[in-house]
């Protein structure tokens, strides 16, 4: 293997772009190596949260293999208490390796092989783990067999599933009645898990997460290419999108189907960018077939198209566009067709709006409101939350016309303002999960980063995941437990760039993270 030696001089002010790509062989250049150390971390920390989920995280009601035998203690009281210590065990070993293996990646220390040979070590043993922070693959699986037992996933839940228990009752509760949220390509894909797995729900859960699986290997292909047309670095891009927490926790071991609906987005943005347009359209309107969030992302590709093409501006974008809203609508209404429902689910896009909680900002502002307020009046909190989600859309609505036009140009800049309003989109909803958050971001990641926005990131990947119990119920509310989380995010944060930071041995020893050559000294 191959050993490095620190730089004594650690450059925080660096970017981390195309331009700062170090092909330099002069002396003091980092020799690449493969961080089997770090790896067999990461692995160790999802093998300790996989053994451990089948007592701490999304588990059956009824459980056909542990049930009332020997093993079955891990499933209740104390045995479940142990069962959760050893799983966030397992999450801050994750964390661990992956803040080390932003060490090397910042130094120069890895490749992208070795990065992405990390993250698909990490992740390997949470595609057969029971869903972890989440029960939302429960509902997958109840909404893909209500189309097969006769029932219109758009305007009943799972709860109509009473001659199917084993997939009904392990819906979590504030789901039970709701129709799906999700677009026809989703419905499709969870029937054709069901009508394979049946009322087996721990199969049911398997194979919904390499189903899913496909939108993670769709990103890893898209990523070398996106990165190459924005600008950015493939470590630091497979660091963030592949290798964080976020994604090989929240996104893979939850499962979420937003990780099938970022990778045909990504796919689709790359497809554009190399003016392959019909198939890039194609792509992102699937992405949206699965998830409505993709679809501001289409008129931003339309400009993509637009400037691919000669002519004046007007008549570029009116062909660019007219074409684009064709292949729109035939891919879409072959996907409605081809999965047996209706246009349903637009009206179900309401659901969400149910979940309050403060990580939606304009939601947040409307709790603080009422809060402030009843120290006086005892009101109701409804309004006001009504009031600022409204105030956040109209937000949302200027944010997007603002960047798209702006967007004008076409090219990686479009790209780039793409993502900004898949975060804002995020942010500004009236309901924010903490997955939500990845949208905009892995098209971000393949653009130039200042190490010194990097602790920000791995700080609020690490929050972002605690904010879920590992049985996937809202910790938000849970004021102690969410300041110990913020305490844990500031210390993942500064342990990216800082050997030492909680100065435990007297001194607080920078991390190496200069990508550059040691300078040859000269008389």
């Not at 969030?293 to 590709?301: D, G, V």
């Not at 924010?432 to 700080?459: D, E, H, M, N, S």
Request: proline share 7%; hydrophobic share 55%; with cysteine.
């Amino acid at each position: 293997m191959a050993t490095t030696t620190e730089d004594p001089a650690p450059n925080l002010d660096t970017t981390l772009g195309a331009d700062s790509d170090n092909t330099d062989t002069s002396v003091g250049k980092p020799a690449l190596g493969m961080p089997v150390r770090t790896i067999a971390l990461g692995t160790l920390g999802t093998v300790l949260i996989l053994l451990t989920a089948v007592g701490a995280a999304g588990i059956l009601v009824r459980d056909p293999i542990l049930g009332d035998g020997p093993m079955s203690w891990i499933r209740y009281g104390h045995g479940q208490m142990l069962a959760t210590a050893i799983l966030y065990i397992g999450f801050a070993l994750v964390v661990w390796a992956w803040v080390r293996l932003g060490r090397h990646v910042l130094a120069g220390r890895v490749d992208a092989r070795a990065v992405l040979t990390a993250a698909l070590c990490w992740t390997a043993p949470l595609l057969f783990s029971p869903p972890v922070f989440t029960r939302d693959v429960f509902s997958y699986l109840g909404q893909g067999m209500l189309p097969l037992q006769g029932f219109d996933p758009y305007l009943v839940g799972p709860a109509n599933l009473e001659n199917i228990p084993e997939i009904s009752q392990n819906v979590h509760s504030f789901w039970q009645t709701t129709p799906a949220p999700y677009g026809p390509l989703f419905i499709l894909l969870a029937k054709g898990v069901v009508s394979v797995t049946g009322d087996n729900a721990i199969f049911g859960v398997i194979l919904m997460r390499l189903a899913l699986a496909v939108g993670l290997g769709l990103l890893i292909w898209a990523l070398p290419g996106l990165v190459k047309h924005l600008g950015g670095k493939l470590p630091i891009a497979l660091w963030l999108a592949v290798a964080s927490p976020m994604t090989v926790v929240h996104l893979v071991g939850g499962p979420h189907n937003d990780i099938l609906m970022i990778g045909l987005l990504a796919a689709g943005t790359l497809c554009m960018l190399n003016r392959k347009h019909a198939l890039g359209i194609i792509l992102a309107t699937l992405a949206m077939a699965v998830k409505a969030s993709a679809a501001p992302a289409l008129p931003f590709l339309v400009w993509i198209w637009a400037n691919h093409l000669d002519g004046t501006f007007w008549r570029r974008f009116v062909r660019a566009a007219s074409v684009s809203i064709g292949i729109f609508a035939t891919t879409f209404t072959a996907v409605t067709l081809a999965a047996g429902v209706n246009l349903g689910w637009f009206p179900a896009l309401r659901a969400p709006a149910m979940i309050v909680n403060w990580m939606s900002p304009p939601t947040a502002a409307g709790e603080l409101l009422h809060w402030l307020v009843s120290l006086v009046f005892n009101v109701s909190k409804e309004p006001f939350i009504m009031v600022t989600r409204t105030i956040g859309a109209l937000l949302l609505v200027y944010i997007f016309v603002r960047q798209w036009w702006a967007a004008r140009d076409g090219g990686p800049d479009a790209v780039r303002r793409m993502a900004i309003v898949l975060l804002c989109i995020a942010l500004l909803s009236p309901a924010t999960l903490p997955w939500y958050l990845t949208w905009g971001f892995v098209i971000a990641a393949a653009l130039p980063w200042q190490t010194k926005r990097l602790p920000f990131v791995v700080g609020l990947s690490v929050f972002l995941v605690l904010t879920y119990s590992p049985a996937g119920e809202d910790q938000l509310y849970n004021y102690p437990f969410m300041a110990a989380a913020i305490l844990v995010s500031i210390l993942a944060a500064k342990a990216l760039t800082m050997i030492d930071p909680l100065n435990m041995f007297g001194h607080k020893r920078p991390a190496l993270v200069d990508v550059g050559p040691t300078p040859v000294k000269t008389n």
